[in-house]
């Protein structure tokens, strides 16, 4: 029985952190292990940074593509929408992501250097290039960060590293803005949407569901896609399908059939044809 969910109340991504006990997510992966060398568009309250070891890949932040090459990263402020994908083009990166609440040691320290740079409207993300010194240092430290997320203490050692590279984000940041009222209400509108797909992708969904959950019509819905995610509503469903039964694969003892219908495709032919 189809069983959609109204999506009341927009919620991130939660992530899968390497200990439970601390918000710290570092992880080294290859674009290839992601179906068609892309993972689906997302936003959460931490911070995220990307730095490439080898390769390149395309980055989408809120619809804005920035590349990146070997010895380059970049920088997702808290809640906004991004992905990386490439055109079947391997890349080996390593991905880190912390939240912003392992520098509150108190309330002054929040106000006055945390919140500041996560609600600055002009820092949506930032790329990190090898002309710029600040730049290296911050491709350094995540290097580091890494290197050192096994070992004793990885805690500690990674809040000094995320201490260091948050104050010359901070130190070099701009002037806040406010964006214009249009361009913040359609960025509401593709979270809203892209919400109601994650809670409900193992479900039949049209594409008049997802616009309804986004209260536009279905152009629009198809046009803010577009516009936001470079790919219109339907194929972010079955790339979120797609996704998501990679992780299953790894983690299940289910048979790709089996698998194929949990994530909400019709039967295995069409996922393992889609899936290639």
């Given at each position: 029985?189809?069983?959609?969910?109204?999506?009341?109340?927009?919620?991130?991504?939660?992530?899968?952190?390497?200990?439970p006990?601390?918000?710290?997510?570092?992880?080294?992966d290859?674009?290839?292990?992601?179906?068609?060398?892309?993972?689906?568009?997302?936003?959460?309250?931490e911070?995220?940074f990307?730095?490439?070891f080898?390769?390149?890949?395309?980055?989408?932040?809120?619809?804005?593509?920035?590349?990146?090459?070997?010895?380059?990263?970049?920088?997702?402020?808290?809640?906004?929408?991004?992905?990386?994908?490439?055109?079947?083009?391997?890349?080996?990166?390593?991905?880190?992501?912390?939240?912003?609440?392992?520098?509150?040691?108190?309330?002054?320290?929040?106000?006055?250097?945390?919140?500041?740079?996560?609600?600055?409207?002009?820092l949506p993300?930032?790329?990190?290039?090898?002309?710029e010194?600040?730049?290296?240092?911050?491709?350094?430290?995540?290097?580091?960060?890494?290197?050192?997320?096994?070992?004793?203490?990885?805690?500690?050692?990674?809040?000094?590293?995320?201490?260091?590279?948050?104050?010359?984000?901070?130190?070099?940041?701009?002037?806040?803005?406010?964006?214009?009222?249009?361009?913040?209400?359609?960025?509401?509108?593709?979270?809203?949407?892209?919400?109601f797909?994650?809670?409900?992708?193992?479900?039949?969904?049209?594409?008049?569901?997802?616009?309804r959950?986004?209260?536009?019509?279905?152009?629009?819905?198809?046009?803010?896609?577009?516009?936001?995610?470079g790919?219109?509503?339907?194929?972010?469903?079955?790339?979120?399908?797609?996704?998501?039964?990679?992780?299953?694969?790894?983690?299940?003892?289910?048979?790709?059939?089996?698998?194929?219908?949990?994530v909400?495709?019709?039967?295995?032919?069409?996922?393992?044809?889609?899936?290639?």
């Amino acid at each position: 029985m189809n069983t959609i969910s109204a999506a009341k109340n927009i919620s991130p991504e939660n992530i899968a952190f390497n200990d439970p006990d601390y918000p710290i997510y570092v992880r080294r992966d290859l674009l290839s292990t992601y179906p068609h060398y892309a993972a689906p568009s997302h936003w959460h309250d931490e911070v995220e940074f990307i730095t490439v070891f080898s390769g390149k890949m395309d980055y989408n932040i809120n619809g804005e593509v920035y590349s990146l090459k070997e010895g380059e990263g970049i920088f997702v402020n808290s809640r906004q929408m991004h992905f990386g994908f490439s055109q079947q083009t391997e890349c080996d990166f390593v991905c880190v992501i912390l939240h912003p609440m392992l520098l509150c040691s108190s309330a002054v320290m929040n106000k006055g250097y945390i919140s500041p740079l996560i609600e600055n409207q002009a820092l949506p993300c930032l790329k990190f290039s090898r002309k710029e010194s600040w730049h290296l240092q911050v491709i350094e430290q995540l290097k580091y960060i890494y290197q050192i997320k096994d070992t004793p203490a990885a805690p500690l050692k990674i809040q000094a590293a995320f201490g260091f590279v948050w104050a010359l984000l901070f130190e070099h940041m701009p002037a806040s803005y406010r964006p214009k009222r249009n361009s913040d209400e359609n960025l509401s509108i593709v979270k809203k949407m892209v919400y109601f797909i994650q809670l409900n992708y193992m479900e039949k969904i049209s594409l008049g569901d997802i616009a309804r959950a986004g209260t536009v019509g279905e152009s629009k819905c198809c046009r803010l896609f577009r516009d936001y995610l470079g790919q219109t509503p339907n194929a972010y469903l079955t790339a979120y399908r797609l996704n998501k039964s990679r992780e299953s694969l790894g983690s299940t003892d289910m048979s790709i059939a089996e698998i194929a219908v949990e994530v909400g495709f019709c039967g295995a032919s069409y996922y393992a044809e889609t899936f290639r």
